[in-house]
């Protein structure tokens, strides 16, 4: 499984972005996919995620601004970004469950896609 993130950029504040995260391999359609963050210095945290149900949540920092979705049919997920925040600038993270190996799950991750909102 590969994930390609794409769609980041230097954006001012009230802006909107959107975010993509192409998926190979045969079973997209099975597995919840997620959308997280990294801002310098800090962890990497949950912003979205969506169900293979098409059921969503989101961080409550996100909540209202972010809308996450998916195409099966291309084997895409996205992530609309509007209203966006200083505080929102990080690398973000596409995200796939994995195999569990030993106890210990081992996901699928995104190359990154770099969020700037100026001021």
């Known amino acids: 499984v590969q994930l390609q993130a794409s769609g980041g950029g230097l954006v001012q504040a009230g802006g909107s972005l959107r975010l993509s995260c192409a998926a190979s391999?045969?079973?997209?359609?099975?597995?919840?996919m997620r959308w997280y963050r990294q801002a310098p210095g800090k962890e990497r945290d949950l912003v979205a995620a969506?169900?293979?149900?098409?059921?969503?949540n989101y961080a409550d920092s996100v909540k209202g601004r972010f809308t996450i979705s998916r195409d099966n049919a291309k084997k895409t997920v996205y992530l609309q970004m509007s209203d966006l925040k200083p505080e929102d600038t990080a690398v973000y993270y596409c995200?796939?469950?994995?195999?569990?190996?030993?106890?210990?799950?081992?996901?699928?991750w995104g190359q990154g896609t770099q969020v700037t909102v100026s001021s």
């Open positions: 391999g045969s079973d997209f359609s099975t597995h919840t």
């Open positions: 969506i169900t293979s149900g098409g059921s969503t």
């Open positions: 995200n796939r469950d994995g195999p569990w190996i030993a106890g210990t799950r081992y996901d699928y």
